[in-house]
């Protein structure tokens, strides 16, 4: 983080001069709770020890400057609707300016310079951090924080609906903006209430096994998956799949078709395994959790039909090692398992899941260990 800050801090002095204010923000895991979000359903993330951060300072001017150094590329926009950025990562930039605005927020021409360590299309919500850092920093720079979190979170899915093409839920930009150390959050998508749960179990670690197949949910069928669900919602005559019951999806099973049957059938056990896994949690019980990562990933991969080779491999190798629980996070068609194992067990893990994805694909995954963390914040110096 301090040697990301300062690489930042130097090339904003050389690109703009003196230097502005840091602000940054943190990619997600979620425990449980898997496609939910746009069903009205609950989730269980937090936000991690990965972040973008951006150093930004109001220029004077109607246009927006920004240099990515991970890119290693410069943007220029007006805020305008029809200055739109060609490039997609500025996208991200120009339509949180974009959403501020049209919810009658100030936004001026400013300066940047960002990078971050969130792992591009693993499932980490690097898109999210990005939204977040930057709604989160707009709204101190030129709204005096007068929008509220919600509503920062909710610019940021607003920018994926309308200026990024995935017409995704609101468990990440939530989790990067709300996230808090130590912390996982249960959100309930339907009313937004929402409960901090802490998180620090003694005897088990959290584990990513990051497959390094590319996860891009723009072009991959997510958008396709949440159609299905609200197909299916509008069949039965409710709002969102919160609302129905396997009762009532199977009295209509004859009407629909066998793929909308059995993504609304995933989506209305998975929101029943969120609330399971809390009520396991509060009775320090992981291995009733751990099962339920296993019924999940059975779901995603079979019902849902969002896993992919790789990720259903890395399944197998942690089930046949014993790990406790292991499962596709995020939005799926690639990127990480998240895996909860027992400390005695970790290294173990660590190791046999390397060697033999390694033997098995021609390349080694990625492993993180989850350090659960705070969301978006300002950098104070
Ligand atoms: C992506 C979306 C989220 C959520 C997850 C799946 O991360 O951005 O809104 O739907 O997939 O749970």
Redesign the pocket.
Known sequence: MESMKAEIQKIFKERFGEGGTLYASAGRI?LI??????NGGF?FPGAIDKVIMAEIKPNGMEKVRVFSIDIDEYAEFGLKEEDAPKQSWARYIFGICREIQKRGGEVKGFDAVFAGNVPLGA?L?SS?ALESCFAFALNDLFNSNKIDKFELAKIGQST?HNYCG?N?????QFASVFGRKGNLMRLDCRSMEYEYFPFNPQDYKLVLVDSRVKHE?KDSP?NRRRESCERVAKRLGVDTLRDATMEMLDAVKSDITAEDYFRAKFVIEEKQRVLDVCDALNAGDYETVGKKMYETHHGLSKDYEVSCEELDFLNDVAKTLGVTGSRIM??GFGGCTINLVKNDLHDDFIKVVVDKFNEKYGHEPKIYDVVISDGARKIEE
């Open positions: 979620n709770g898997e496609h939910t979000d746009y989730v499932g919500s999210a994926e995935v995704c839920g609101i468990m990440d949910l997510y995020g939005g």
